[in-house]
């Protein structure tokens, strides 16, 4: 069953559960996973965590996210899942669970922070002595595009990445704060748009960084990892 919003996306309701997702598939979450085929029960005569053999008592049950079968008491948990589009927060096995309440932290706090942006220094990496200049680096509200907006002074023309053309990050230096939390202060991104030869550009915290610039870069970490995670499971639109 499904119905059209307002918002260009539509309510679905499988089996898991009420999900609501984008219209056309490019314009899904680059952090989105597919919904799993659940394990037939006749494939599954015991727990797949516990392996307690199931009987009139110990009733079988799916996880919403990998679509094992478990018991009761090794599938109790339910928590939100944004990363498959779930309205209301579904039954998950312990690993997921587990695996889950991180993501969760992501969505919660990282998503938030990529999208307020911050301010950072971009290396102009095609002259012998590196330069740098301050930018305004965020990403988009629906969590696609990557983009760098220059200063009036700098006059550096916006550059905008779209997410899934990321095809890898390497983090330049890191420290840990008095927290005990480690922190990013430079990455590297390298990137392919189509019909170009791969590039890169080289964003890091100015020397006057704001706690902002930290939790930027390290956020960003956090989401490369898990659009390449996304984009291996469910593969990529355009």
């Known amino acids: 069953m499904a119905g059209v919003t307002n918002s260009g996306k539509r309510l679905v309701r499988s089996k898991s559960g009420l999900r609501i997702i984008p219209l056309k598939d490019t314009d899904r979450s680059p952090f989105e996973l597919r919904e799993p085929e659940w394990i037939p029960d006749e494939m599954s005569p015991t727990c797949m965590d516990c392996k307690e053999k199931f009987d009139f008592l110990k009733r079988r049950h799916h996880c919403r996210r990998c679509g094992r079968v478990c018991c009761a008491s090794c599938c109790e948990t339910r928590l939100a899942l944004p990363r498959m ?6 039954r998950m096995c312990s690993p997921c669970a587990e695996t889950t309440s991180k993501e969760n932290l992501f969505y919660n706090k990282d ?9 950072l220094s971009q290396s102009a990496q095609d002259q012998f002595d590196l330069e740098s200049s301050l930018v305004q ?3 988009s509200p629906d969590h696609r595009y990557l983009i760098l907006s220059g200063s009036h002074v700098d006059n550096l023309t916006p550059l905008s990445i779209p997410l899934h053309r990321v095809t890898g990050l390497h983090v330049a230096n890191r420290f840990q704060d008095s927290a005990g939390n480690f922190k990013v202060t430079g990455v590297t991104v390298q990137y392919t748009l189509a019909g170009e030869d791969e590039d890169e550009v080289s964003i890091a915290a100015p020397p006057d960084a704001s706690p902002s610039a930290y939790d930027f870069l390290t956020a960003l970490e956090k989401a490369v990892f898990m659009m390449q995670e996304a984009r291996a499971v469910i593969g990529v639109s355009e």
């Open 85 to 90: 589009c779930f309205l209301d927060p579904v």
């Open 111 to 119: 998503l938030k922070t990529l999208i307020t942006g911050a301010i």
């Open 137 to 139: 680096c965020r990403l």
